[in-house]
């Protein structure tokens, strides 16, 4: 089985250099001796022949750019997590994205919009909204500036950021590029109306997890040449691996699954990947 992980962040720790960062670990895990390299090296020998290391903020990006050009088969998106939007000003990203152009990146992202954590109650909210707001429509620009597709980030308890998101995609993005749902959630029409716009959806690891119903039927729900598959590494370990730094490698048990469950065919979601980012990864 040859599987290309669409969204991996080999530029973030613990993956990185083996820094320990926000998991928990045991004395001597052996994933603190590890660095990227090691880490690729591993989910080579588990099938993956390609991966898109994916930037959050503008030093995750500029590694993201390292990384890609050290590794046969590794490219780079560029972008800022909604979540981190608050960290930045359009000065310092329109700076960053200078040196950005210059360099052979294939996407943009991951961007868009996360209300999930905020409190729409609370004074800060329309804040902390607009910025993130403001910082994806720049995201937006960018990628049509350089004729590239767009790896979105979305997610909210409740539906308000998905339906805004369509929506400044519809009044504003007219770039003839494709966009992919990192990690789709959200409600049904939601997910069909992405895809009439082009739209593709990433899953990951979490679609193995037994309450994960909901992400099933999305997935079931897509056509098969608009579904990719992703780690999103180290986040979201598949479920024999729940509770672990999910390691680049383990992408090869979510694809094991869907193949069996979901009938999933590997090879067309590679094909779909190659034609999403313009890249041919397997020779």
Same mark, same amino acid.
């Given at each position: 089985?040859?599987?290309?992980?669409?969204?991996? *962040?080999? /530029?973030?720790?613990?993956?990185?250099?083996?820094?320990?960062?926000?998991?928990?670990?045991?004395?001597?895990?052996?994933?603190?001796?590890? +660095?990227?390299?090691?880490?690729?090296?591993?989910?080579?020998?588990?099938? =993956?022949?390609?991966?898109?290391?994916?930037?959050?903020?503008?030093?995750?990006?500029?590694?993201?750019?390292?990384?890609?050009?050290?590794?046969?088969?590794?490219?780079?998106?560029?972008? =800022? *997590?909604?979540? *981190?939007?608050?960290?930045?000003?359009?000065?310092?990203?329109?700076?960053?994205? $200078?040196?950005?152009?210059?360099?052979?990146?294939?996407?943009?992202?991951?961007?868009?919009?996360?209300?999930?954590?905020?409190?729409? /109650?609370?004074?800060?909210?329309?804040?902390?909204?607009? *910025?993130? @707001?403001?910082? %994806? @429509?720049?995201?937006?620009?960018?990628?049509?500036?350089?004729?590239?597709?767009?790896?979105?980030?979305?997610?909210?308890?409740?539906?308000?950021?998905?339906?805004?998101?369509? $929506?400044?995609?519809?009044?504003?993005?007219?770039? +003839?590029?494709?966009?992919?749902?990192?990690?789709?959630?959200?409600?049904?029409?939601?997910?069909?109306?992405?895809?009439?716009?082009?739209?593709?959806?990433? %899953?990951?690891?979490?679609?193995?997890?037994? +309450?994960? $119903?909901?992400?099933?039927?999305?997935? +079931?729900?897509?056509?098969?040449?608009?579904?990719?598959?992703?780690?999103?590494?180290?986040?979201?370990?598949?479920?024999?691996?729940?509770? @672990? =730094?999910?390691?680049?490698?383990?992408?090869?048990?979510?694809?094991?699954?869907?193949?069996?469950?979901?009938?999933?065919?590997?090879?067309?979601?590679?094909?779909?990947?190659?034609? %999403?980012? @313009?890249? $041919?990864?397997?020779?």
């Amino acid at each position: 089985m040859q599987i290309i992980d669409t969204h991996c *962040h080999y /530029n973030m720790e613990p993956l990185y250099s083996g820094q320990e960062f926000i998991f928990d670990f045991q004395e001597n895990d052996p994933l603190l001796e590890m +660095n990227w390299q090691d880490h690729w090296r591993q989910a080579q020998e588990k099938g =993956v022949v390609g991966s898109v290391v994916v930037g959050t903020g503008i030093e995750t990006s500029d590694l993201a750019i390292e990384i890609a050009s050290q590794g046969d088969n590794l490219i780079a998106a560029v972008g =800022v *997590h909604p979540t *981190h939007a608050s960290e930045v000003t359009i000065d310092q990203l329109s700076q960053a994205a $200078q040196g950005w152009a210059e360099e052979k990146i294939h996407a943009v992202g991951e961007t868009g919009l996360d209300f999930y954590r905020l409190d729409k /109650n609370g004074r800060d909210f329309e804040q902390a909204a607009k *910025h993130q @707001r403001v910082i %994806f @429509r720049w995201h937006l620009n960018f990628a049509q500036q350089n004729d590239l597709p767009l790896i979105l980030h979305v997610r909210d308890k409740d539906d308000q950021a998905y339906w805004e998101v369509l $929506q400044i995609m519809k009044n504003e993005y007219q770039g +003839n590029k494709p966009f992919v749902l990192h990690c789709a959630s959200g409600p049904m029409d939601y997910i069909k109306e992405a895809i009439e716009l082009g739209g593709y959806i990433g %899953f990951d690891g979490n679609i193995t997890y037994p +309450n994960a $119903q909901d992400i099933r039927d999305l997935v +079931n729900s897509a056509p098969a040449d608009r579904l990719m598959i992703e780690t999103d590494a180290p986040f979201l370990a598949p479920q024999s691996q729940r509770g @672990r =730094v999910c390691e680049p490698w383990m992408i090869n048990e979510t694809a094991k699954y869907v193949e069996k469950e979901l009938k999933i065919d590997p090879q067309q979601l590679l094909a779909n990947t190659e034609n %999403f980012f @313009r890249h $041919q990864f397997v020779k």
